[in-house]
């Protein structure tokens, strides 16, 4: 059996999900095609525009942001890994304005709510803040958040 040119294995690649120059560069480099025969592969797919990173980056962005309720912090990150270069993940990620982020925020906040109803709040608190930061939303935003949630409570005359 003959084996797959580059060039129809990368578009073979693009089938299942956008992807970057950089991961199709690494996944053509794991099959073995030559260095001389992958550039030419990536050049022909960029002409065509099926490799466009700043496509890919404003799309990831909206897609995380609001599928899986990430931050912009978190997203810049992984950006980055996915090979997008700073300058460009910054660009991408600055798209977020502080309305979308802390409404995203506060729909992931009241997703939790529900199994946190036994806690006390304090510890209702500490894993919102905790929930937020690991996803990546700023403190600013984390703060509105919990005001809006109600999760700002004073106990004893002491903010929480």
């Not at 996944?27 to 030559?34: A, H, I, N, V």
């Not at 002409?47 to 997203?75: C, H, M, Q, T, W």
């Not at 990620?93 to 309305?99: A, C």
């Not at 996803?135 to 005359?157: A, Q």
């Amino acid at each position: 059996m003959p084996r797959v040119s580059a060039l129809e294995y990368a578009v073979k690649l693009l089938g299942y999900r956008a992807r970057t120059e950089k991961e199709l560069r690494e996944r053509l480099s794991e099959k073995q095609y030559p260095a001389e025969t992958i550039a030419e592969a990536v050049l022909k797919l960029k002409r065509i525009n099926l490799i466009n990173d700043e496509n890919f980056a404003v799309n990831y962005v909206r897609d995380k942001l609001s599928l899986s309720r990430r931050g912009p912090r978190r997203i810049y990150f992984e950006l980055i890994k996915h090979g997008i270069n700073r300058e460009l993940a910054d660009r991408a990620t600055k798209t977020i304005n502080n309305e979308e982020e802390l409404e995203t925020a506060q729909i992931l906040l009241e997703s939790k709510i529900r199994q946190w109803s036994k806690l006390d709040p304090l510890a209702k608190k500490r894993r919102a803040v905790g929930l937020l930061a690991r996803r990546g939303f700023s403190g600013s935003v984390i703060r509105k958040s919990l005001e809006r949630s109600n999760l700002n409570h004073h106990i004893h005359g002491w903010e929480v």
